[in-house]
């Protein structure tokens, strides 16, 4: 089961740079791994990989981003040994090796970058402070509290439109939320009518224009 989709345009190496090969990368919430799936062959899955990191057990993943400023994967991961609060990682595709950059103090179930390289997350349902929405800064893993968001069921899922720089927040089974605000303040939420009702979302991804 996917949680996070992440577009991102690769070489026949995997290597984290433009096309030919376009790779949708995925990550698992039960499971550390990762899934590339290639687009030009039927979503054919080309990469299943268990990522590392050094001095910690990875137990799952909550969120995979690409920062499109600096080229380079972050990931929501939580450590065997503490619990379910998510850290901050940066994650080598090609390798699957992560460097920890910090705590987040609380569980994050999805991780977005705008068009600037700024980094934003929301809590999960059963977070500490559940359905919150975060500024992020990606060196150091601290965070910033900037709204509320609506109160859904499980999912806590963000996506961002580059083209109107807005973000998108899906909340889903059994109380259904999708709503889009303006990433800035007032953070003025519109809620979404249209959607499938009774459905839990683990990931969203904006394919555009």
């Not at 550390?32 to 057990?57: A, E, H, K, L």
């Not at 919150?132 to 910033?144: E, V």
């Amino acid at each position: 089961l996917l949680v996070f989709l992440s577009m991102l345009q690769a070489k026949n190496t995997f290597a984290q740079t433009y096309p030919p090969r376009p790779i949708v990368y995925g990550v698992n919430p039960f499971l550390p791994r990762i899934y590339g799936y290639d687009t030009t062959q039927n979503w054919s899955r080309v990469i299943s990989r268990q990522p590392f990191i050094s001095g910690f057990t990875i137990t799952s993943f909550g969120g995979l981003a690409f920062d499109p400023c600096t080229y380079q994967t972050y990931a929501t991961a939580t450590f065997a040994s503490l619990g379910e609060i998510s850290h901050l990682v940066k994650m080598d595709l090609t390798t699957g090796i992560c460097i920890n950059v910090g705590s987040l103090g609380d569980n994050f179930a999805s991780i977005q970058f705008d068009r600037n390289g700024n980094l934003y997350g929301v809590t999960d349902d059963a977070a500490i402070q559940p359905e919150q929405f975060y500024a992020i800064d990606k060196t150091n893993a601290s965070k910033t509290l900037l709204t509320a968001l609506g109160n859904g069921g499980t999912g806590e899922v963000i996506a961002y439109n580059r083209y109107n720089d807005m973000m998108f927040h899906f909340s889903g089974d059994p109380n259904v939320v999708y709503e889009k605000f303006i990433k800035s303040s007032p953070y003025t939420v519109t809620g979404i009518t249209n959607g499938p009702p009774g459905v839990e979302i683990y990931g969203a991804l904006y394919l555009g224009p």
